[in-house]
């Protein structure tokens, strides 16, 4: 029973597996099985035969002719039924003889059949033992697991090594394929095995494990059970799923290098070792003025020409790479492109980068700079740059002239140290008591980061105002202004100065000016005749409350408090005012008072007593009141003259020495004639308007409206504070928005607007800081922007810059009467705009100015 077991149950494992041999074997175990069968039927017959040969049984022996039959014998018989009692014992027992033999007989053979059967069997159990022990070494050589998936309610059967998953593992862990193999190999293994058990369909996966190892998974239907088989990949083919896997991995990386090189904007291309075309992106189909990079490569079209090709070969055939910039036709288009060309094993990679607008700017900076080089040429300002090693690098004609050096000189590139050398032994430059100090403090301004700024007095006479700028890569650009002229334009003017106190000295009329603050900062002695006032006292500068304190014996409170009122108190618009004050010993004056543009107070005090005795009746008042006003007017004419009619000669003198009709100048003359027509064009700018402030108060003014050019105002306004940029060591920097265009205002009244601003901002800024103008349009206004790194304006003094006699230091060396920032408000709103200001403690201030681009202007014309 054992030995059949087995062979059961190793046919039957055979037949799982899908064996030809256990599945014959088992069909052929089943015939034994049908043999008691046959042999109870073959009894049965045989009885039945027996039974019915019984009465034949009393016969003879066989030969005998009437044969062996129940019918014949009772024919026979002659006593019927005597011999049938007789007969039948006997009939049965020879049918049992019968039987027995028979069944004897069919026992034997079918006995050695089985026999037979049984050995067959043997061997052929002996052979499947043989067949299943070597398949069960083969199933052990590699470490697999099969899995069996029976009915929907059957456990799968597991058999196999399940330490493929892990050591110690346990065998229902292999069914959880999330828990050891990687999410994509899980999910492709799923979905695989359900449609083999839904649909019986077959599979073949390659699966990765968390643990980086590779497994082999076969599906397929067997006997209506879906068989699974899992098996580690090793040696070669382990090699050969890792190099699939890398070339898969490769493939991606391929395509997304091919994606990032199609959506550069340079053309890249791949050659074989012959020259030709392999694959190209597709900023080089667009380049070749192709529909795509496909198409380039079909029809052969090359960006570079033939001789660029050649020379490229060339290269990579010595070993290098083929670098050049060239000018090629490129989507169409004349362009400058640098080709960079390099071997790639049994090919070459290239790539061409449009160099085109950085050539043009190049190309445009190299033209600037010549034309900036031909500008400071021009300059009559002397202009020297030397470098880090403190050899001359650029020197303008100006600089030669100056100095009187030989061009051959300069253009060996000296040091600085030997041109100061060269000019102290020319006796050129200013004499030293110790000159290798003097020379050394000089030459330290290339260890310096800021500007230094030196004053040299020349043995001819000449002054020179000498600028030291530190470059920014070393070494230092010197400016050297020839200031003698201005110098010479001081003198004259404190001269004329002087003349204008000798011209009050002399005057019968009592003149006296009080600033904004009420102090007294001009008298001539008729003031102090006319009130008896000691001259030593006036000298002090004391306030008009003193001087009202001192005159008010002489005169009644109310005729002074007007003065004070017109001298201290707050107007909306400044007028003149006059009035008679008659003094208790009889002395009758008549009192004038002017306001001027800065901000001070003109009064005249005339003696008019002996016009008043004389002449009592009121024509001959009137007569005198209209003379008492002529010459108040011919006063304020003749101080309007003392001021204008000088600088108007100059100018005048300088426009005619200009114009070369008294003879010809030389270059120099006509440097300083420009600088004297360049200065005194501006301070006569200046005090115009200076007196058109006048005009504001009185609501006298009309605005001059036409089209303004923003830069072209930036630039007159600058031009009259030139001097004091440099005398300053002021930076200024300008931004005007190209999209600006024009504007209508008027645009003297805008560059007063502008001159105030950077004046305040030139005043407030140290040595070296910037000032910064811009200007640009927003919306329906045009902008105007002045800003500085000065020390800014506290909170509290912020609220008060803008109404008039206000003036803040704010730590800096500037002074001003307070009418800057009002008169800038005054125009911008007669133009219908408003300021802006932004500012705080040490963070500098900026100064907006709206102005409206046209709607606000034609509503402030109508009006």
């Known amino acids: 029973m054992n030995r059949v077991a087995m062979r059961r149950g190793i046919v039957t494992r055979m037949a799982r597996f899908g064996h030809p041999q256990g599945q014959t074997a088992a069909k052929a175990g089943s015939r034994p099985v049908l043999a008691p069968a046959a ?46 009692a007789t007969a039948v014992p006997f009939a049965v027992i020879g049918g049992l003889t019968l039987f027995a033999a028979a069944t004897a007989l069919f026992h034997l053979r079918e006995r050695r059949r089985a026999k037979l059967r049984e050995d067959a069997l ?49 065998p229902r862990r292999i069914l959880a394929f999330g828990s050891w193999l990687t999410a994509a190999s899980a999910q492709a293994l799923e979905t695989a095995l359900g449609h083999l058990k839904r649909n019986g369909a077959a599979f073949h996966l390659v699966l990765r494990a968390a643990s980086g190892l590779y497994f082999e998974a076969e599906g397929s239907a067997i006997s209506g059970q879906a068989v699974l088989r899992l098996r580690e990949i090793t040696a070669e083919r382990l090699e050969l799923v890792r190099a699939h896997d890398a070339l898969i991995t490769t493939r991606g990386d391929l395509e997304g290098l091919q994606a990032l090189l199609d959506a550069l904007p340079q053309p890249i291309w791949l050659r074989a070792g012959d020259g030709e075309l392999l694959w190209v992106n597709a900023a080089y189909g667009r380049a070749v003025d192709a529909a795509d990079a ?15 090709r050649t020379a490229s070969q060339d290269a990579r055939a010595g070993g290098g790479a083929y670098k050049a910039r060239i000018a090629a036709v490129a989507a169409g288009q004349r362009r400058t492109l640098d080709v960079v060309e390099a071997p790639t094993g049994a090919g070459s990679a290239g790539i061409a980068t449009d160099v085109s607008e950085l050539e043009a700017m190049r190309l445009d900076l190299q033209r600037q700079m010549q034309a900036h080089i031909r500008t400071l040429d021009q300059l009559p300002t002397a202009v020297a740059s030397f470098d880090g090693t403190e050899r001359l690098v650029f020197y303008n004609r100006a600089y030669r002239e100056l100095w009187q050096l030989d061009a051959e000189l300069l253009d060996s590139r000296p040091k600085d140290g030997e041109i100061l050398d060269h000019l102290r032994a020319a006796r050129r430059l200013p004499e030293q008591a110790d000159f290798r100090v003097w020379k050394n403090e000089i030459l330290a301004g290339y260890k310096s980061l800021e500007a230094n700024e030196h004053w040299w007095y020349l043995p001819d006479g000449r002054t020179l105002r000498v600028i030291g700028n530190p470059a920014p890569k070393g070494g230092v650009t010197y400016l050297f202004d020839d200031v003698t002229e201005r110098v010479q334009m001081e003198s004259r003017y404190n001269a004329l100065v002087r003349a204008r106190g000798e011209t009050l000295d002399s005057l019968r009329e009592g003149v006296v000016v009080f600033a904004a603050d009420g102090s007294l900062t001009l008298f001539n002695p008729a003031f102090a005749t006319i009130w008896n006032l000691e001259p030593s006292l006036l000298a002090g500068h004391p306030h008009i409350d003193e001087i009202v304190a001192l005159c008010g014996h002489l005169s009644e409170d109310a005729d002074w408090s007007e003065l004070r009122a017109a001298v201290t108190g707050l107007h909306d618009t400044r007028t003149s005012h006059s009035q008679r004050i008659k003094r208790p010993d009889g002395t009758v004056v008549d009192c004038v008072t002017a306001p001027l543009p800065d901000g001070s107070t003109l009064i005249t005090f005339t003696d008019v007593t002996a016009a008043v005795d004389v002449e009592r009746v009121l024509i001959e008042r009137n007569d005198a009141l209209e003379k008492t006003s002529r010459l108040r007017d011919d006063f304020v004419h003749h101080v309007s003259y003392e001021l204008r009619s000088p600088l108007t000669t100059i100018i005048g003198f300088t426009q005619l020495l200009g114009d070369e009709t008294v003879g010809a100048l030389n270059a120099r003359q006509r440097e300083y004639t420009s600088h004297i027509t360049k200065s005194s064009a501006a301070l006569l700018a200046i005090i115009n308007d200076i007196l058109d402030l006048a005009t504001i108060d009185n609501g006298s003014i009309e605005l001059d409206l036409g089209p303004v ?108 009467v307070g009418l800057g920032l009002s008169i800038v408000r005054s125009f911008v709103e007669l133009h219908g705009g408003h300021v802006e200001l932004e500012s705080g403690t040490g963070r500098g201030t900026r100064v907006v100015c709206h102005f409206p681009a046209a709607g606000g202007l034609a509503r402030v014309a109508a009006e």
């Not at 035969?49 to 014949?72: I, T």
């Not at 052929?124 to 069996?148: K, M, N, T």
Request: with cysteine; glycine share 10%.
């Open 122 to 170: 043997a061997v052929e159990v002996a052979q499947l033992q043989l067949r299943c022990d070597r398949a069960e070494v083969i199933f052990a050589a590699e470490r697999r697991v099969v899995i069996s998936f029976g009915r929907k309610d059957d456990d799968p059967v597991i058999e196999g090594d399940v330490s493929i998953v892990g050591d110690g593992a346990a």
């Open 39 to 84: 042999a109870v039927g073959g009894g049965v017959s045989l009885l039945t035969l027996g039974v019915l040969a019984v009465p034949s049984m009393a016969q003879p022996a066989p030969g005998v002719a009437e044969g062996f039959s129940l019918a014949g014998w009772l024919a026979r018989a002659p006593n019927y039924g005597s011999d049938l």
């Open 294 to 308: 496909r198409d380039a490569l079909e029809r052969r079209l090359e960006l570079l020409d033939e001789p660029t």
């Open 709 to 816: 050019d923003a830069r072209e105002t930036i630039a007159a306004a600058v031009r009259g504070l030139e001097d004091r940029l440099v005398e300053r060591s002021i930076q200024l920097e300008i931004e005007v928005a190209p999209s600006i265009g024009v504007f209508i205002a008027d645009a003297k009244r805008v560059r007063q607007v502008l001159f105030n601003l950077l004046s305040n901002a030139v005043g407030f800024s140290a040595a070296g800081q910037t000032v910064k103008v811009a200007a640009y349009r927003q919306d329906d206004e045009i902008l105007f922007s002045v800003a500085d790194e000065g020390p800014g304006i506290p909170p509290e003094i912020k609220a008060h810059v803008f109404d008039r006699f206000e003036s803040y230091a704010i730590g800096s060396r500037h002074r001003g």
